[in-house]
């Protein structure tokens, strides 16, 4: 299959059919994925902190630190949530938070080392936004600070925090978020070291679809030279509570449109998440027709999608029935995309 | 075989059960859809209807008791409920400019014919310019099993009354098979096409819904569709056709939700199988906002409307809001490529850009 350039992509989104669209990028799961399986994996978010310095115009879950609703997870109850994933069958814990002013890398080392002496479980954690921050702030490399969590037991690194890698796009959204090019060097280094990650796109706020297509450009080519990219997960701005609530959001049709285009250009990324935490499950249902193979996480726990006003209660059985009825095998993997238990 | 299926629809032959059967078999989504968007525009062009317009239950109380219906409650039983004639004038003073209210209730069995004649004369004399789409084919049958009138009686002091048209509910599966096992007191299928067809030749026009994704086969999917364009061909009088997804919560019957896979291909054949039909509606309360915008993609040209307060759906774990504003169906529909025209009850123009 032929490479599509950056002019060919641009021609696809604005202007083909989008039942058109979705065939090509369901050819293309059927190739990459000929088992016919869908993948999920059964974990939890656990954010240790809302607290954030970063307060980026699309986020609701950000407090400042002297807010009634700020808050920081002490280490007994982050276990407590742990014990829950495993009692559940859960082999990965993403943990996230917000870009905490007063937390430095002993917190983060030590928080590590005290997961991983009671629990053999993947830790997915700290989105490049936090990494480049410690580095910062204790004036190390990224390198350096990759592998000192690395060291205390971080396991993968998960795809947040790309929002769209055109900072054109990120003045208006985040402007004190890190830029494209540093988030893409987080990811770079990470997979030099060996390390795992996911990466993300949100759309649906104020990008053009050039900006899309430049976020994808970024991905591939560094996925070209790393191949450390597990998998790409697209999903939408979710307006409610945030300062541009005013935006409506992306639509059924735009995220279709999108996650077609994104499995079409992203022939070196071998998995495409569906995200039923932004699109439900009946439009994720859509998505495994439309270039998704992998149904992301059970979310035993999900706070930022929440805090804008969406939520779909949802079981792990919901997740397996809803990939076999759409007319897939369902299967568990674990962060590798190992397949650990078919159902 | 799907070629020659597609060749059939292009060529405006008609489809066979057999290939309808065949189609609800093909994993070819894409081809399946595209054939359908392909009947729709030619029916509609890029045209997507919706209307601004109010739903109301009167009661919750039936006699029925269909095992798939979380809604119904006894008379007497927690959460039972009854709206008086001066609440639903009351509901509909909301003021959002509705031009259709659509109005379906349980089976009361207390109420008597004339309580119904009642609400439609006082609906119309406090609002003469909102059309009233009222009663089931089943509420239909019961008012003339309480009032002792034939169904043509019944349904033309109804109409005198105020009824311009008539939702399509009720259907369910016309096989008696499985309508036994669904909802063994409700009317049977032959006679909810007896009182379709005798709305039809008192010239109220009327929609027609399946519900699906319970116990049902494709068989029985054909059968029921079939059987409504053999209506269709003798009267003409169904405006729209409405697949209704089955909601599994709080029901007797329990189980899952149908996939969207299934909902999407669904609205496609009914486009493609009911070639008499004008128009197919993505009824976006049952199907979600999401699926509702795509199925306009795969042979739907209506999403309905507003809506402002959904009871029946959402008894059984519907995952929607209750209402849209005008505002979110013109969004969804431009998105999808298609062109927002609000209609009235009837399908005429309203507002279109």
Known sequence: ?343 | MLNSISDKVISGERLTKEDAVALFESGDLFAVGRLANNISEKKNGKNAYFIVNRHINPTNICINRCKFCAFSRSKGEAGAYELTIEEIIEKLKDGHGFSEVHIVGGLHPDWPFQYYLDMLRSIKKEFPFIVIKAFTAVEIDYMSRISGLGIGDTLSELKKSGLDLMPGGGAEIFAEGIRNKLCPEKISGDRWLEVMEAAHNASIKTNATMLYGHLESIEDRVDHLFRLRDLQDRTGGFQAFIPLSYHPKNTEIGGFYSSAIDDLKTIAISRLVLDNFNHIKAYWIMLGEKVSQVALLFGADDIDGTIIEEKITHSAGAMTEEGMTREDLIHLIKRAGKTPVQRDAFYNTIWKE
């Open chain 1, 1 to 343: 299959m032929e490479r599509i350039d950056r002019d060919t992509a641009l021609k696809f989104f604005k202007d083909s059919d989008l039942l058109d669209l979705g065939e090509h990028a369901d050819n293309i799961r059927k190739k990459l994925h000929s088992d016919g399986i869908v993948t999920f994996i059964v974990d939890r978010n656990i954010n240790y902190t809302n607290v954030c310095v970063n307060k980026c115009k699309f986020c609701a879950f950000y407090r400042d630190e002297d807010s009634p609703d700020a808050y920081l997870l002490d280490k007994d109850e982050i276990f407590k949530k742990i014990d829950e994933t495993i009692a559940l069958g859960g082999t990965q814990i993403l943990l996230q938070g917000g870009i905490h002013p007063d937390l430095g890398i002993d917190y983060y080392t030590g928080l590590l080392k005290s997961i991983k002496n009671r629990y053999s479980i993947n830790v997915h954690g700290f989105s490049p936004p936090e990494i480049y921050y410690l580095a910062d702030r204790h004036h190390l490399t990224i390198k350096e600070t990759l592998v000192m969590l690395r060291h205390a037991g971080l396991d993968s690194i998960p795809g947040g925090g790309a929002e769209i890698l055109s900072d054109r796009v990120r003045e208006i959204l985040s402007p004190k978020k890190i830029k494209s090019s540093q988030w893409l060097r987080v990811m770079e280094e990470a997979h030099k070291i060996g390390m795992r990650t996911t990466a993300t796109m949100m759309f649906g706020s104020v990008e053009e679809p050039e900006d899309i297509i430049e976020h994808l450009e970024a991905i591939r080519n560094l996925q070209d030279r790393t191949g450390g990219f597990t998998a790409f997960i697209p999903w939408s701005f979710q307006p409610g509570n945030t300062e541009l609530s005013q935006i409506g959001g992306a639509t059924a049709v735009d995220y279709l449109r999108v996650l077609a285009l994104s499995r079409i250009y992203l022939d070196n990324v071998k998995s495409i998440q569906a995200s039923w935490v932004t699109q439900g499950l009946k439009l994720a249902q859509v998505a495994l027709r439309f270039g998704a193979d992998d149904f992301g996480s059970t979310m035993i726990e999900e706070n930022v999608v929440r805090a804008a006003g969406v939520s779909y209660l949802v079981s792990k059985e919901d997740i397996i029935e809803a990939i076999k009825s759409a007319g897939f095998k369902a299967a568990q993997r674990d962060t590798y995309y190992n397949i650990l238990k078919e159902f």
